[in-house]
């Protein structure tokens, strides 16, 4: 089998970037594409060294139709993973458009092009999607609930775009995968995630809180229905998730896929709760955490978590990694970022 070539939008960021490691190491050719709105070349770099190559760097914005066409006319294009887009939910209420445009423009963008390629599309959706249910651990065919942000709205419209645009037209076919909570580093601590200004998320909260950058993490909320009162999550591993990146764009480039569009949950299967994950950093990194409850967080879900069968029995893919390898690889990246 000839060598196959994967676009990776947004490949400079955090998800991307580990997402380019792995495929790079499975055999195939990647191109990065990146307009760097919300990331710098750390990871870039990162990449480069582990894999101890430069790999083709294209500077662009995939709302610029032109750009687009001008990428898929230089390089022979066989699947593309889109992640180029903005993530922050708080932002995203207070400027829908702004995301709506950008997050939505982009991937029809992608698909016009890919369309007309013949190329295969993998979208990076969210476990946002199902918002909160009370069949617990959701499976593909939960249903999906009204998205609490415009930021989540876009997940579930891309997913719906994709699998319009796919039945439309012959030249293209979809996997969207569900990511659940990725967190972690590359255990190389050369790759990792960069929030920019104060974090949103858990792991990097924490993290920076460890190492003197932020005084104090708040728990939002400890009066949940669930066993200790904070919120729980499926917490996978960043490596892990790149990995059925791999899997599933094999599964599209190989023609093994069962229907032109298909869905998988990325996540291990095991609900962690937020006091649960700050207890297992402690114990692993050996160190006491600064932290307190506060009110709950809105817009939060009490509980969720995957069944992730159906990537274990068709991608053939399942987090390995333990939640102590994952949050000793997130303290080694926020030391190595300090200097330390
Ligand atoms: C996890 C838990 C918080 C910070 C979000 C997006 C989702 C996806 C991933 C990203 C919650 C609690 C958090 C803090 C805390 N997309 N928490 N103190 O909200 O599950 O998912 O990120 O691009 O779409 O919504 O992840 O890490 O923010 O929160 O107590 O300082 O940690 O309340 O229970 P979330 P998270």
């Given at each position: 089998m000839s060598k196959k070539t994967v676009l990776v939008s947004g490949g400079a960021g955090f998800i991307g970037s580990h997402v380019t490691v792995e495929l790079t190491q499975a055999g195939y050719d990647v191109v990065i594409a990146d307009n760097f709105s919300n990331c710098d070349e750390t990871n870039y770099k990162g990449v480069c060294a582990i894999l101890g190559k430069e790999l083709p760097l294209i500077r662009m914005d995939f709302c610029d139709k032109a750009a687009v066409e001008d990428l898929f006319a230089k390089y022979p294009i066989d699947a593309v993973i889109h992640f180029a887009a903005f993530k922050a939910v708080g932002e995203s209420v207070d400027e829908p458009l702004k995301y709506y445009r950008n997050n939505l423009l982009s991937f029809i963008n992608i698909l016009d092009v890919a369309r007309q390629k013949g190329c295969n599309v993998l979208f990076s959706s969210?476990?946002?999607?199902?918002?909160?249910?009370?069949?617990?651990?959701?499976?593909?065919?939960s249903p999906r609930q009204p998205a609490e942000s415009p930021y989540g709205n876009t997940k579930t419209m891309c997913e719906d775009i994709l699998r319009d645009s796919v039945k439309a037209y012959p030249g293209v076919r979809g996997i969207a995968l569900r990511y659940f909570n990725p967190i972690g580093a590359h255990p190389s601590a050369l790759i990792g995630e960069l929030p920019r200004?104060?974090?949103?998320?858990?792991v990097p909260f924490i993290t920076q809180t460890a190492i003197g950058k932020r005084a104090c993490l708040s728990v939002f909320?400890?009066?949940?229905?669930t066993p200790d009162g904070t919120c729980q999550r499926d917490f996978i591993d960043i490596v892990d998730l790149a990995k059925a990146h791999v899997c599933a764009v094999t599964r599209m480039c190989e023609n093994?896929?069962?229907?032109e569009y298909e869905i998988f949950n990325v996540g291990t299967g095991r609900p962690l709760s937020v006091l649960e994950l700050i207890n297992a950093f402690e114990k692993v990194n050996n160190l006491k955490l600064n932290w307190k409850y506060a009110p709950r967080r809105p817009g939060d879900v009490v509980a969720i978590w995957a069944d992730p069968t159906l990537a274990e029995q068709e991608l053939g893919w399942k987090a390995e990694r333990s939640i102590e390898e994952t949050l000793a690889a997130a303290w080694a990246w926020e030391k190595r970022l300090a200097g330390k």
């Open positions: 969210s476990a946002t999607v199902y918002g909160q249910t009370d069949q617990l651990p959701v499976t593909e065919k200004g104060v974090p949103n998320n858990l909320g400890n009066d949940y229905p093994k896929m069962k229907q």
